[in-house]
């Protein structure tokens, strides 16, 4: 059982920048792929970034590709999602997954946090 819990999110202005949070806890956290996913309104639910908690291996949405950075804090179970040069596009619910496997597609991750609101005002 893993449980997440995300913070961070906010209103802010196009091109400002944002840092999301999301706090893991639960056994076995090593083996699982921690992922960031988001929806907006009326749109299905989509893959923004990825990592594991034992390499360095990191996985982007191409819309996101070289404005986010994923990151991680393996001592307080923390993982991160920097966000840079937001646009109104980007306005969405964020969520924080984990999963064993690694994939682009929301429905196979197991754990989900509660999301957290980003507005992108234009």
């Known amino acids: 059982q893993v449980q997440l819990v995300e913070s961070g999110g906010g209103l802010v202005l196009a091109g400002d920048s944002l840092r999301l949070s999301c706090a893991a806890s639960?056994?076995?956290?090593?083996?699982?792929?921690m992922g960031w996913f988001r929806q907006s309104s009326g749109k299905a639910r989509q893959f923004v970034a990825a990592l594991t908690w034992t390499n360095n291996n990191t996985y982007y949405g191409r819309s996101v590709k070289g404005r986010f950075t994923v990151s991680r804090d393996n001592v307080k179970n923390m993982v991160y999602l920097q966000m840079n040069d937001l646009t109104a596009e980007d306005t969405a619910v964020y969520y924080c997954?984990?999963?064993?496997?690694?994939?682009?597609?929301?429905?196979?991750?197991?754990?989900w946090g509660q999301g957290t609101q980003v507005t992108v005002s234009s």
């Open positions: 997954a984990a999963d064993p496997l690694m994939t682009y597609a929301s429905d196979t991750w197991t754990y």
């Open positions: 639960g056994r076995t956290l090593s083996s699982y792929f």
